[in-house]
């Protein structure tokens, strides 16, 4: 039953302390099924993730960092073996840029369109955007 049964992949690399409130605007809307990987963060980051683990999110973790891509990977394959009667998977980064709001229209969007990829686009034109994104992304 949406949105419950979509699963939230985010990938963490020294992630903020500001990924927990994210999760909770997440689970506000009704996600359950939190994956955060914790690509090679290290000891220092390890009371964020245990903080996170605590929100009911499960944290899959390993030392060394491989990349975002990795991550994706891991994720996929964990909820792949580990959860059942999940409907859909979204991704989203653990700096807050995608907001809850638009996960959860991204999450709707797959749930109404079974065995479909759902690719989100940003909108760079607009002036607030800053500059590192509109040039990294």
């Known amino acids: 039953m949406f949105p419950a049964d979509i699963a939230i992949l985010i990938p963490a690399f020294y992630p903020k302390s500001s990924l927990l409130s994210y999760v909770d605007e997440l689970k506000a809307l009704g996600f359950i099924k939190i994956i955060i990987i914790d690509d090679g963060s290290g000891n220092d980051f390890s009371p964020l993730f245990t903080d ?4 009911k999110c499960t944290v899959v973790r390993y030392k060394t960092n491989y990349g ?12 792949a073996s580990h959860l059942s009667n999940v409907s859909g998977i979204v991704t989203a980064d653990s700096d ?3 907001l809850a709001a638009d996960v959860f229209h ?14 989100g686009e940003r ?4 002036k607030s955007v ?8």
């Not at 800053?130 to 992304?137: D, M, Q, T, V």
């Open 130 to 137: 800053p500059r590192k994104s509109a040039f990294g992304n």
């Open 106 to 119: 991204v999450a709707e969007v797959s749930a109404s369109h079974p065995d479909t990829l759902v690719l």
């Open 96 to 98: 807050g840029q995608h």
């Open 123 to 126: 909108d760079f034109s607009r």
């Open 52 to 55: 996170l683990e605590l929100k």
């Open 68 to 79: 975002k891509g990795h991550a994706l990977k891991v994720g996929i394959g964990y909820v």
